[in-house]
Nanobody, 115 residues
Framework: QLQLVESGGGLVQAGGSLRLSCAASGIIFSINVMGWYRQAPGKQRELVARITSGGSTNYADSVKGRFTISRDNAKNTVYLQMNSLKPEDTAVYYC?????????WGQGTQVTVSS
């Protein structure tokens, strides 16, 4: 199975930037989709961005133009570059990875954007 280790969360000022990383380890055959979800207090968990092994990406409308997802297949790592951060981006961010139709989740990392 896979283990996902996230890093890069923290406290930033509105308008600032933050880069999240998530590295997969364990028994790796072929990871298909990797992505990021987030959950703000009192809200449902939502998809932020996803990327396939071939590099195709999808973004939530709320982050388009501000966030960029990328991955390094050799390192089994996915990144989320977050620019022009807003207080509304404050949430726990979760990394996910799909292998053999089984989805794995990271522990979540807190991102807090102050106004």
């Amino acid at each position: 199975q896979l283990q996902l280790v996230e890093s890069g969360g923290g406290l930033v000022q509105a308008g600032g930037s933050l880069r999240l990383s998530c590295a997969a380890s364990g028994i790796i055959f072929s990871i298909n989709v990797m992505g990021w979800y987030r959950q703000a207090p009192g809200k449902q968990r939502e998809l932020v961005a996803r990327i396939t092994s071939g590099g195709s990406t999808n973004y939530a409308d709320s982050v388009k133009g501000r966030f960029t997802i990328s991955r390094d297949n050799a390192k089994n790592t996915v990144y989320l570059q977050m620019n022009s951060l807003k207080p509304e981006d404050t949430a726990v961010y979760y990394c996910t990875a799909d292998q053999l139709s089984h989805y794995y989740w990271g522990q979540g990392t807190q991102v807090t954007v102050s106004s």
